[in-house]
């Protein structure tokens, strides 16, 4: 009996075995309860590394994480430093008026503001009305003589001719106006006591830049007459032509008076 017990626990010990050879086989052997994770760090290398992104992981919540820029040398992202300094430039005004005629030239030039230029009358140096030098004119400003004795009787439509034409060269660096100032011419020594003409009225035409001649100004009382106005840095050149009446009541003598050139910026 006892031999039958101890052949049949073999027998179970022998099938026990081999069940645990089958199951080694076919899955993971069952974990040792006493060994528990004693293997589970044998491989490691001693190294952790763990890595995460987001707004949870941040200690000063109110930095600006955004809309930044990275600061590399980058040609394409330069920086430029501007400083705009105002600039200005202040050209002094100059004027230049040059008066040619009968023998004289006259150059005046004015340099700055408050420069006033002036010259004359001056000696003989004159515009003068004489039978014997400019001679006399018609209605048309046409030449009819002259002469010391000349025999042309005064009427209506004579005049005595100025001594020359006068030209007048202006330049300016600033907007100009030129013009010419006169009156009648008053009597010196001439007899008016009687239905003479008191006074001599000064006649004058003018002629711009070769154009034409224009219109007959008559100085029957004094005034300012404007020729031209022109803008900065022109030049301007105008010729004037004179005469004075020699009418039935035009009393001979000496009558005189002025011409002024003009020439201003404004």
Partial sequence: MRKFLSLLLLVLVMVSSLALADAVVEGSPAPDPLKGGYDDHKNDDGVLISFATGNQYVVLPFINRSEYY???NNPDKAQKTTVNVRTEAYIPCYLKMTVLGNQGKTVIESFGPLA?????????????FDNEI?????????????????????????????????????????????????????????????????????????????????????????REILIAQRPACS????????????????AHGKYQGQVTFKAYTI
Avoid at 116 to 128: D, I, K, Q, R
Wanted: hydrophobic share 35%; proline share 3%; net charge negative.
């Fill in 70 to 72: 990275l600061d590399t």
């Fill in 116 to 128: 006033f230029g002036e010259h004359g009358p001056v000696g003989n140096y004159m515009l003068a």
């Fill in 235 to 250: 030049t301007l050149t105008v010729q004037h032509q004179f005469r004075v009446p020699y009418l039935l009541t035009t």
């Fill in 134 to 222: 400019g001679g006399f004119l018609n209605e048309n400003w046409e030449l009819v003589g002259h002469g010391k004795n000349a025999e042309l009787a005064p009427g209506k439509g004579y005049y005595i001719h100025g001594c020359d034409i006068f030209q007048v060269d202006v330049y300016a660096n600033d907007t100009f106006k030129y013009e010419v100032i006169s009156a009648p011419l008053a009597n010196i020594n001439a007899d008016t006591s009687g239905t003479a003409d008191k006074a001599l009225n000064l006649q004058m035409r003018s002629k711009i830049d070769n154009g034409d001649w224009g219109t007959t100004e008559t100085f029957a009382a004094a």
